[in-house]
Nanobody
């Protein structure tokens, strides 16, 4: 596992943009951040955790939930051990705790690579979008 810590959450209004960061640390000797696929998830009040986006080890593959396609962008900077989620045109219903997660990347990638088991999770950062 790898230690993950999110930052960048806060309060915004409908239509605002916000960027979340997820910094990885505690990597085992011989491992690099590029060993992991990264994902973002969110959990709104009273609802189950929802997949948002994923990015492959090198950043060559991305996948987005239909609800955020065209508005959110996932990226990573492996030199800085950090993954980002840029959120544009935010909606009130997207108020949630946003968490990043990591899983070991496996090549070749299957069609459902983004649905693999994530075994490292950050504590989450609150995003609140007002009407």
């Amino acid at each position: 596992q790898v230690h993950l810590e999110e930052s960048g959450g806060g309060l915004g209004q409908t239509g605002d943009s916000l960027t979340l960061s997820c910094a990885a640390s505690g990597l085992a000797s011989g491992r690099t951040f590029s060993s992991y696929d990264m994902g973002w998830f969110r959990q709104a009040p009273g609802k189950e955790r929802e997949f948002v986006a994923a990015i492959s080890r090198s950043g060559g593959r991305t996948y987005y939930a239909d609800a955020v396609k065209g508005r959110f962008t996932i990226s990573r900077d492996n030199a800085r051990n950090t993954t980002y989620l840029y959120m544009d045109s935010l909606k009130p219903e997207e108020t949630a705790v946003y968490c990043c997660a990591a899983k070991a990347g496996v090549a070749p990638y299957s069609v459902n690579w983004y649905l693999g088991r994530y075994d490292s999770w950050g504590q989450g950062t609150q995003v609140t979008v007002s009407s």
